[in-house]
């Protein structure tokens, strides 16, 4: 680690701090937070010439306390009109999408484009900005440091991207990420190796999962485990050996459903079947030996956001790497998971179903059996689950109460909407580029690679579902509809 000094136009930036592990590109990222001045467009001068993004810092030479110049132009400030009024169809489909919906992208720091397409995809949920506004700045005893400080970093991103409509440099969350997971800070040849997307997911909401629950039995109302409440998916699987007749069950919560690629697989739906059954050898007491037995699950409880993998990469032996299933499979913009649903939670599905099927007839105008159920139906009201649980994970569970329904949490009724999916372009795992696809509060598309937020049309999303070396669905986030009871 080097301070310098750094000279740009008539200011002065003092003890300027460069971490020589990494390349000059993230340099250049912490000047663009000081000045403005996207890397780009910043000439900065050393020995034998102008720093390049993917210099090495041992062979330049540049020693501490070292005064360095930036040439370079800053953004220009956007300022308001000042006169007259501009209505919003009259603006540029760009230019309307920066007026209402999120367009701050994040640099690349180095191949870490698997993490900018996983924040943008997770600061996509409400509810989580919520939960990490209100997280404390000072680390709880039974928590350790590094997930304290992932959590406030991540706390710090959402936060620079709801305030920026220019691209915004995640240094410091990238080196808490690589500190409490080294696996991110891999170097081959001094630059930073390409990583898994859905692995960085996973690890991120691990880490919150721990850092906003309350201590105590997640079970009790007053240590909600918000996380889970959003996120968390309960399985009940039944794990059966034909060979010698033992069966047993089993209760379980993941983070994600996996969708299994083979010849048979053409659709989500079919993927997700494959993915509830699964083999396994282990010890049969009354064989006294080992064994294989069928595992199969089902649902049983419900999260707000479903987040849905697409299996689609495996070791390959003959090359020692990771390849990739370039089947196309095709998935939903709205994704119904009853099927996949344990017998207890169908039934409890049935009545917020059939609310959900009664207010979308009212809405394209069907009247059957309006009169009767009138005094009924002025009291159920529709939403999306946005926003309506306090994080005690209550509106996750597809129950009904007693009582007034304006004093109701959200029902779910096992039908969901895509709001976000992340892709992956390329043939391996270790190369090849993410990018994530994000449906606005508005109902528009954004197509986030890296600091380039692009807008897209609904109808091209889901021909991300692969068969070709275009981008191709990775992880998809689809969104809970739900009614009041």
Not at 437 to 445: C, I, L, M, P, S
Request: charged residues 30%; proline residues 4%; aromatic residues 8%.
């Amino acid at each position: 680690m080097l301070t310098v000094t750094v000279k740009w136009q008539k200011e002065v930036f003092q003890k300027v701090e460069i971490d020589t592990s990494q390349p000059a590109y993230v340099f250049k990222c912490q000047l663009y937070d000081l000045t403005g001045v996207p890397p780009e467009r910043q000439k900065i001068m050393v020995k034998g010439g102008l720093l390049k993004d993917d210099a090495d810092w041992a062979t330049l030479g540049v020693k501490e306390g070292q005064r360095l110049m930036m040439m370079g132009t800053a953004d220009e400030v956007v300022k308001a009109p000042e006169k007259g009024t501009v209505f919003m169809e009259d603006l540029p489909e760009e230019e309307q999408v920066v007026a209402v919906g999120h367009t701050a992208g994040l640099f690349n720091l180095g191949n870490t484009c698997y993490m900018n397409s996983t924040i943008q995809c997770l600061h996509s949920v409400p509810e989580l900005k919520s939960a990490l506004v209100k997280y404390p700045s000072e680390r709880r005893n039974d928590l350790d440091h590094t997930s304290h400080m992932l959590t406030a970093a991540t706390r710090e991103l959402f936060n620079e991207l709801d305030k920026s409509f220019k691209p915004v440099a995640p240094m410091q969350f990238w080196m808490v990420l690589r500190k409490k997971y080294p696996q991110f800070g891999q170097l081959h040849n001094g630059v930073f190796m390409q990583q898994d997307a859905e692995e960085c997911w996973t690890q991120l909401l691990y880490t919150l999962s721990q850092s906003l629950r309350s201590p105590g039995p997640s079970e009790n109302p007053e240590n909600p485990d918000t996380v889970k409440a959003l996120f968390g998916i309960e399985l009940v699987s039944r794990i059966h050996c034909q060979e010698s007749g033992e069966e047993s069950s089993e209760t379980e919560s993941v983070y994600s459903l996996k969708c299994h690629i083979s010849q048979e697989v053409n659709h989500l739906h079919e993927g997700l079947k494959h993915g509830l059954k699964s083999e396994l050898e282990k010890a049969s007491p009354s064989l006294g030996r080992s064994a294989i037995y069928l595992k199969e699950s089902r649902i049983n409880a419900l999260p707000r956001y479903l987040t849905v993998q697409f299996v689609r990469f495996f070791w390959k032996r003959e090359s020692n790497q990771k390849a990739k299933i370039l089947r196309k499979v095709d998935y939903p913009l709205e994704l119904d998971v009853y099927d996949f649903c344990s017998d207890d939670l169908r039934k409890k599905l049935e009545a917020p179903r059939q609310t959900l099927r009664d207010e979308e007839g009212k809405k394209l105008g069907l009247k059957a059996n309006e009169k009767a159920s009138s005094s009924k139906d002025s009291d159920v009201k529709m939403t999306d689950a946005e926003g309506s649980s306090n994080g005690s994970g209550e509106s996750s569970k597809a129950t009904s109460e007693e009582g007034d329904s304006s004093d109701k949490e959200p029902v779910l009724t096992g039908i969901y909407d895509l709001v976000a999916v992340l892709t992956h372009k390329g043939r391996s795992a270790d190369s090849g580029h993410y990018v994530a696809w994000v449906k606005q509060e508005n109902g528009k598309w954004i197509e986030y690679d890296d600091d380039n937020p692009i807008p897209q049309r609904e109808e091209d999303i889901t021909k991300l579902s692969g068969g070709g070396d275009w981008h191709m669905a990775y992880i998809c986030m689809y969104k809970a509809r739900a009614v009041r009871m």
